[in-house]
């Protein structure tokens, strides 16, 4: 299984990003998968999970204001992020479950600062 996200960067408080996850190795439709994200010194936390059905789940902390998406022809997940805080700033990476494993992408840094 290989991840490959792009599309993090430095943005202003308020501001947008949409962060990509082009995926293979696996039957893409049928695979569970998200994103997680990593601020300095804590633990990665979920961020946003998406089902083969296309079911979400969303961290308290990101409702309403990120949303995550599939595009299964393209084998590509999506997190589009807005009104985007300081909080926000971590690194993302993307996953896919298969069974009971867990890949992981090379992740990708968001800033978010004025």
Do not use: H
Not at 24 to 41: C, D, E, H
Request: a neutral charge; glycine letters at 12%; aromatic letters at 10%.
């Amino acid at each position: 299984v290989q991840l490959q996200a792009s599309g993090g960067g430095l943005v202003q408080p308020g501001g947008s990003l949409t962060l990509s996850c082009v995926v293979s190795g696996i039957i893409f439709s049928f695979t569970p998968m998200g994103w997680y994200r990593q601020r300095p010194g804590e633990e990665r936390e979920l961020v946003a999970g998406i089902y083969s059905d296309g079911a979400t789940n969303y961290a308290d902390s990101v409702k309403g204001r990120f949303t995550i998406s599939r595009d299964n022809a393209k084998n590509t997940l999506y997190l589009q992020m807005s009104n985007l805080k300081p909080d926000d700033t971590a690194v993302y990476s993307c996953y896919v479950l298969t069974g009971s494993i867990r890949s992981w992408g090379q992740g990708t840094q968001v800033t978010v600062s004025s």
